[in-house]
């Protein structure tokens, strides 16, 4: 075929491309381009050098017809992309010296990057690591999303209060993605199912378009470019109601287009409670719709048989959000390809995974039955199949269990019949994971129960894992240069195991100092407290399982000790960042009371460099990698059975935050590998918690048996902190669901262990050393490499470079 020639990198080279786009891409010149325009040609230059791997990775993945894993999501975190592709094309350099040489200031340049927030927190983020490590890996992948107009709200705060702004990422257009109107899909809503020689055809009543484009997923260290492919609704050319508009009803003429465009408009801000919305269930379809019928086109590009289907697609479900697409390949497979029932059914189920990321009951999703049978009557009638032998088969393996029937139905008869979408996922798919050991056992032991008596080998854990590229090297140079001249290789960024060479580097007095010069100075330049204070991070989500709530009461006994007098704390400075949903009220009178007790601490003399809190608005991934190289302590302090797995603990145990931390989530497997010394336990274990929770707790008790925690408690009730947080003090007294005061004064305690062991701070630094020498476990990579060996079974693609 045609060769192309291939881009230099040379930084001659590099700024010759950065003219020419300026010139002929951007139409504009050196003397008047803006701001704008360097980055957006930057940006051209060097998706350039992407694009050309982008294009060998196509050939090479489409010559060998191999098998594909396709990730569907609702949500993709993917974070800023100019740092990233700078460094994953080899172009920082090169890049640098041409913004210099056509005037412009790097930093000034990079500032420009947004990040698409098309993502709520860590199902969005995790999604991300994922592809990377699977571009990384050489998989052949596609990840599949919708491409949100407006993505994850801009907080900002007002009298302390957290306010919603609309995030308008694209506003400026986005110069990573990759337009690919040719591609358009057809999607139908609503309607009816008509019968036509005994096949079921569906007339939709309403059809929307769904366009896709593209944003490039470099691996690192290899020339492997996958995608990353993004659905935006849009109207159908023929809705625009031409008459309506000559009669000048200009709304009207419209609103069939603005109803379409409305599916893609905005990512839902919840993270944990499912909404119910109509609008919702439609995001979930068209994603699923224009998603399949892309990969049954790409499939077809290669392959004619239907049974090759399952063994050349792997489709992983990022929890129950994209489960339509069951049913929906049902529908294609047997009513527009005529195959069987059966047949039709063991390749579904052959084909899907499913990922399950929580254990809140609220955040399990259910649809009502009727919502569902309006919008997609097709597919109600399908699930009633499928639950048909669903039941069938629980009534012969357990004969006369009518309880168990009632639990594992896909619907759910009274107060109200729901779809439960769990149980379809679980039932359509061949294999369901959690996220970390403790979930998955909890998943099998107690939401998932009945599934997994009756399909135990369908149940297999994967523990998450987060990109160490993003996480360590493009967040922390200085950690990442000090870890590569320790260890005199950098080929830890792809064998993250290779980090436990620094063990034997921490009886080196000087390479402990450089380790403790590089926190300090990410401190200092993160310019959020004294640099030379313990920086004690909690940057997560807002829920009250997460218990920003007993960090705050921390904060305000510390307050009071030291009004009292004789305070022996080291000094600190505490910080917040996360976000609440905004329908989210007792989350956000949490954020309201922390802004509230920060504004109290920081004005305080008595408190000035001894403790300091600080709550920057708008935590993001951009913020993020600001953070966590600057973090030495990481808040990890949910109720124990609560968090699915986290992955912020991740990112600060491998950038030498020390962690505090209850036994939840992966809490426990990085204490396991970082070594009980280096981890500051505290804390009821996720059995006596549940034992404590649907037992007689007394929140009171522990308020009249504490002192410390009733003092912290009465100044809120009392109005200290601008009479702000009587609803928060109320429903720790009255309510306490995530047993906030049962495990206050544990937590203070090992808070002072914290304190000692940062008074020693050669002891501290080991023990920082350790903790990030320990964690390879944690990188993405061996995440994916486990789904491949337990879940997807693809095998790599290598790409000549
Ligand atoms: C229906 C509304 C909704 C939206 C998103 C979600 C997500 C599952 C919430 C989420 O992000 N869960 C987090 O997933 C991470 C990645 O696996 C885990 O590390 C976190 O523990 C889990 O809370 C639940 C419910």
């Not at 919840?270 to 995001?283: F, I, N, Y």
């Not at 004619?304 to 990022?318: C, E, M, P, R, Y």
């Not at 996480?471 to 792809?494: E, M």
């Not at 600190?572 to 504004?599: C, D, E, M, S, W």
Request: net charge negative; aromatic share 8%.
């Amino acid at each position: 075929g045609v060769e192309l020639r291939s881009l230099g990198n040379t930084p001659d080279e590099f700024r010759q491309d950065m003219l020419s786009n300026l010139y002929y891409r951007r139409g504009t010149t050196v003397e008047s381009a803006s701001a704008q325009d360097a980055y957006e040609t930057l940006a051209l230059t060097v998706r350039d050098r992407l694009a050309e791997r982008r294009a060998r990775t196509a050939a090479a993945q489409y010559e060998s017809n191999p098998r594909w894993v396709y990730y569907l999501s609702a949500e993709y975190l993917l974070g800023p992309q100019l740092e990233q592709n700078l460094l994953y094309s080899g172009t920082s350099e090169a890049a640098h010296k041409a913004l210099e040489a056509c005037g412009f200031k790097p930093e000034e340049i990079a500032a420009l990057d947004v990040e698409p927030g098309l993502g709520n927190g860590g199902l969005g983020r995790l999604a991300a690591c994922l592809l990377d490590s699977l571009a990384t890996l050489d998989i052949p992948a596609v990840g599949y999303g919708i491409r949100y107009d407006l993505g994850i709200f801009r907080q900002e705060f007002q009298d302390g209060r957290q306010i919603e702004r609309p995030d308008d990422w694209a506003f400026q257009g986005d110069p990573w993605e990759f337009p690919a109107p040719d591609d358009v899909q057809t999607v139908g809503f609503y309607g009816h199912v008509d019968e036509r020689d005994g096949r079921k055809v569906w007339q939709p009543g309403e059809v929307v378009l769904g366009e896709p484009s593209h944003l490039l997923v470099p691996g690192y260290g290899t020339t492997t470019v996958n995608i990353v492919r993004l659905w935006r609704a849009r109207a159908h050319q023929a809705s625009f109601d031409l008459t309506r508009f000559s009669a000048g009803q200009y709304a009207e003429a419209v609103q069939d287009a603005v109803r379409a465009e409305n599916i893609s408009k905005v990512l839902y801000p919840d993270d944990s409670t499912a909404a119910g919305r109509e609008l919702r269930l439609k995001q979930q379809y068209f994603l699923v719709s224009c998603s399949l019928r892309d990969i049954v086109r790409r499939f077809r590009l290669r392959n004619s048989d239907w049974d090759a289907f399952g063994s050349k697609t792997a489709i992983q479900l990022n929890d129950t959000h994209p489960v339509l697409a069951i049913p929906e390949l049902m529908r294609l497979l047997v009513d527009e390809e005529g195959l069987d029932w059966d047949h039709a059914w063991s390749l579904v189920r052959q084909t899907f995974n499913y990922t399950c990321h929580t254990l809140l009951p609220e955040a399990l999703e259910t649809w009502p039955v009727d919502m569902l049978g309006r919008l997609l009557p097709r597919h109600l009638e399908i699930i009633y199949l499928i639950n048909a032998g669903l039941l069938e088969e629980v009534r012969s393996r357990f004969p006369g269990d009518i309880d168990r029937v009632r639990r594992m139905s896909l619907i759910q008869e009274t107060p109200e019949r729901l779809v439960r979408m769990a149980n379809l996922a679980v039932t359509g798919t061949t294999m369901t994971n959690g996220v970390a050991e403790l979930h998955t056992q909890l998943l099998t032991s107690t939401v998932l129960r009945d599934f997994h008596d009756l399909w135990p080998s369908r149940f297999a854990n994967v523990t998450n894992g987060v990109s160490p590229r993003r996480f360590v090297r493009l967040a922390s140079p200085g950690i990442s240069a000090l870890i590569s001249s320790g260890l005199g290789h950098d080929r830890w960024l792809t064998d993250l195991s290779l980090l436990s060479g620094l063990e034997a580097l921490t009886g080196d007095a000087s390479f402990r100092e450089q380790w403790r010069e590089v926190k300090r100075s990410a401190k200092a330049a993160l310019g959020l407290g004294d640099p030379g204070a313990l920086m004690d991070v909690m940057i997560k989500r807002f829920h009250e399982y997460k218990r920003q709530q007993l960090k705050l009461l921390h904060v305000i006994t510390l307050y009071q000790r030291i009004k009292a007098g004789g305070y022996d704390g080291v000094p600190r400075t505490v910080l917040f960042g996360g976000k609440a949903a905004p329908a989210y009220q007792a989350a956000k009178n949490i954020i309201h009371l922390i802004n509230a007790v920060a504004a109290a601490v920081n004005a305080d003399p008595a408190a000035a460099g001894l403790l300091r809190v600080a709550f920057p608005a708008n935590y993001n991934i951009t913020l993020a990698e600001h953070i966590i190289p600057a973090a030495d302590l990481s808040e990890q302090i949910s109720m124990a059975g609560k968090e699915a797995s986290g992955t912020g603990n991740m990112k600060l145990t491998l950038n030498g935050a020390l962690t505090i931390g209850t036994l939840d989530g992966a809490n426990i497997e990085i204490r396991d590998r970082v070594g009980a010394d280096n981890f500051f336990l505290f804390g009821l274990d996720a059995p006596a918690a549940l034992a404590l929770r649907s037992g007689p707790y007394q929140p009171r008790d522990h308020y009249h048996a504490d002192d410390e925690l009733r003092a912290a408690l009465d100044a809120i009730r009392s109005g200290a902190f601008g009479g702000v947080g009587h609803d928060v003090a109320a429903s720790l007294l009255d309510r306490d669901e995530y047993l906030t005061l049962a495990d206050y004064r544990s937590y203070v305690d090992a808070q002072a262990g914290v304190d000692a062991a940062w008074r020693d701070q050669d002891h501290w630094t080991t023990m920082s050393i350790l903790n990030t020498a320990r964690a390879g476990f944690f990188s993405s990579d061996r995440t994916v490499t486990d789904y491949l060996d337990r879940i997807w079974h693809a095998t790599p693609v290598r790409v000549e470079g």
